[in-house]
Antibody
Framework: EAQLLESGGGLVQPGGSLRLSCRAS????????INWVRQSRGKGPEWVSV???????FYADSVNGRFTVSRDESQDTVYLQMNSLRVEDTAIYYC?????????????WGLGTVVTVSS | DIVLTQSPLSLAVTPGEPASISCKSS???????????LAWYLQKPGQSPQLLIY???DRASGAPGRFSGSGSATDFTLKISRVEAEDAGIYFC?????????FGQGTKLEIK
């Protein structure tokens, strides 16, 4: 059974940095599209980034240039490096993927990790 | 970016009655491969979203048979044939045609 587990969230001041991790089991990050999706309190989900099977990466405009997604295939882990954090980046961050290895929908989600940006 | 507009934003349904949610896209979600890249999710309080429908009308593994998806291009519908108490939560549509993927605003389903 495919599972994802996020970690690395916490409290950080505006302008600070944080690195989130998404550890995969039952699915290989090198053969999957691993997405990051965030959700602010009381709001709908917002797609943030994806790292494709090829290694290509894409970002939402709101984080482009500040966030970087990468992976360590030996650890089956995907990372989201978040720099120049803003108050509006405060959210639960989920990683999500399709267990069939295609990019049509997310049937596997982690439990999320909470990021709070505040002074 | 593709904008997804859901309606209604909330509805209250008696158990055993049907429910329907609409999702309209600002651009066609029909890929040249013939598939519509539209999915439906249910999010219950304190939980991660769970996939119900993908590619417009394919039911996800584990999704109850009372859930069905229909539509094509810019107009999609999620139907629940007979609502049960466990169906309460917020329903989101999401497209995966191209990045950035976007979500609808959500529809809150309340059980009477």
């Amino acid at each position: 059974e495919a599972q994802l587990l996020e970690s690395g969230g916490g409290l950080v001041q505006p302008g600070g940095s944080l690195r989130l991790s998404c550890r995969a089991s039952g699915v290989s990050v090198s053969r999957s599209y691993i997405n990051w999706v965030r959700q602010s309190r009381g709001k709908g989900p917002e797609w943030v980034s994806v790292i494709q099977r090829s290694g290509r990466t894409f970002y939402a405009d709101s984080v482009n240039g500040r966030f970087t997604v990468s992976r360590d295939e030996s650890q089956d882990t995907v990372y989201l490096q978040m720099n120049s954090l803003r108050v509006e980046d405060t959210a639960i961050y989920y990683c999500a993927t399709a267990s069939n290895g295609v990019a049509d929908a997310f049937d596997v989600w982690g439990l999320g990790t909470v990021v709070t940006v505040s002074s | 970016d593709i904008v997804l507009t859901q309606s209604p934003l909330s509805l209250a349904v008696t158990p055993g009655e049907p429910a329907s949610i609409s999702c309209k896209s600002s651009q066609s979600l029909l890929h040249r491969n013939g598939y519509n890249y539209l999915a439906w999710y249910l999010q219950k309080p304190g939980q991660s979203p769970q996939l119900l429908i993908y590619l417009g009308s394919d039911r996800a593994s584990g999704a109850p048979g009372r859930f069905s998806g229909s539509g094509s291009a810019t107009d999609f519908t999620l139907k629940i044939s007979r609502v049960e108490a466990e169906d309460a939560g917020i329903y989101f549509c999401m497209h995966a045609l191209q990045t950035p993927y976007t979500f609808g605003q959500g529809t809150k389903l309340e059980i009477k």
